[in-house]
């Protein structure tokens, strides 16, 4: 069992930055990927990015490659999601997981979710 808390969310301007931070407790971190994903009201579930579990294999949706970055901490069980240059187009509550693999991209690989943070860009 694989415990994930989001936190880092909030409400920024267009252009603006923020750092989200997940926190995972219980079976060992470094051997999960890890991923972020994020949910617009009245839309599905979407990927944004993925990590190994090594840290060194990344991969980043369309949408927010070059703006967003995707790294974790495995000394201190913690995956992180760098937002540059954000839009109103990514506003969503955003999504931490985890899969037991090294790693993944579809969202139904994943087998532990956290509960969520709200992410909110106003124009």
């Known amino acids: 069992q694989v415990q994930l808390v989001e936190s880092g969310g909030g409400l920024v301007q267009a252009g603006g930055s923020l750092r989200l931070s997940c926190a995972a407790s219980g079976r060992t971190f470094s051997t999960y990927a890890m991923a972020w994903f994020r949910q617009a009201p009245g839309k599905e579930r979407e990927f944004v990015a993925a990590i190994s579990w090594s840290g060194f294999s990344t991969y980043y949706a369309d949408s927010v490659k070059g703006r967003f970055t995707i790294s974790r901490d495995n000394a201190n069980d913690t995956v992180y999601l760098q937002m540059n240059s954000l839009k109103p187009e990514d506003t969503a509550v955003y999504y931490c997981?985890?899969?037991?693999?090294?790693?993944?991209?579809?969202?139904?690989?994943?087998?532990?979710w956290g509960q969520g943070t709200q992410v909110t860009v106003s124009s």
């Open positions: 997981a985890a899969a037991a693999s090294y790693l993944e991209l579809l969202k139904g690989a994943y087998d532990y």
